[in-house]
């Protein structure tokens, strides 16, 4: 794909699930099996411990076995080596890219972490710097089900209705289901039909199977949609050095969200918009009850 302006390629402004699977999807081919030379911390905030001097020679002379996501982590695997931890989590936080280069890049501003591999570097970038990138794996294990994992089921979602919390509050909590953030909430209850304000232990036994679907079609095709952004390199989450593209803003793929007071495209009422929990929810009172 040449043009860097593809319709339909609008991205959230934080990275959620879809956008991490994708870049996931992308440096797999990329990174598995290679070997990682050496590390570099260049801005320590978002480093966990945050001494440079005690998490570089954990990240040394390290072949990478897989890499995989959790929730909203990618988490690199390495080869085991006696007394030194087996895994890197890296979180984008609100505003952490990747870029790939096979050779040197110069440094940038907003580097967080700089990764020599033995055909290339990775760096870390974080503007805002609420990244993370750490060696202790600890915070996997609080983590729920994965919305897209084969033991995630209707009847593992249907434990959200033992709480009386709102649905969307509910569904963005990760001990219940992990990676589901605002965005893709909001629009994977407008899918459903169902409000985010409705309570958790208020919502019908024939309206699990929905929201199941739901949930799974939005980041399906949400993970669709980045693929296509990264292969046509206008990701804002990933490049390789040189191809950094711009992306459109003019035809979101959001249904709800964002969407104030614009008409519903299923139903034509007003979308609405409210707080919950500190976070901006969006939805159609014409058709989500
Ligand atoms: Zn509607």
Redesign the pocket.
Known sequence: MANARVTGIVLPGMPELPEVEALMRRLRPRLEGRRLVSTRILHPRPCRPSIPADLEPLLQDRLLLRLHRRAKYLVFHWEPKPGLPTTLLVHLGMTGSLVFSETKPLPGRHDVASLEWDHGHLIFEDPRRFGVFTCDGSALARLGPEPLSTDFTPRTLARLGSSRQPIKVRLMDPAMVSGIGNIYASELLHRAGISPRRRSDRIREAEWPVLYDAIRQVLEEAIARNVRAYDAGISPYYHEAGTRGTWSDDASPFLVYDREEEP?A????MIRRCEQAGRSTYW?P???R
């Open positions: 519903c299923r139903c034509a009422a159609c014409g058709c989500q």
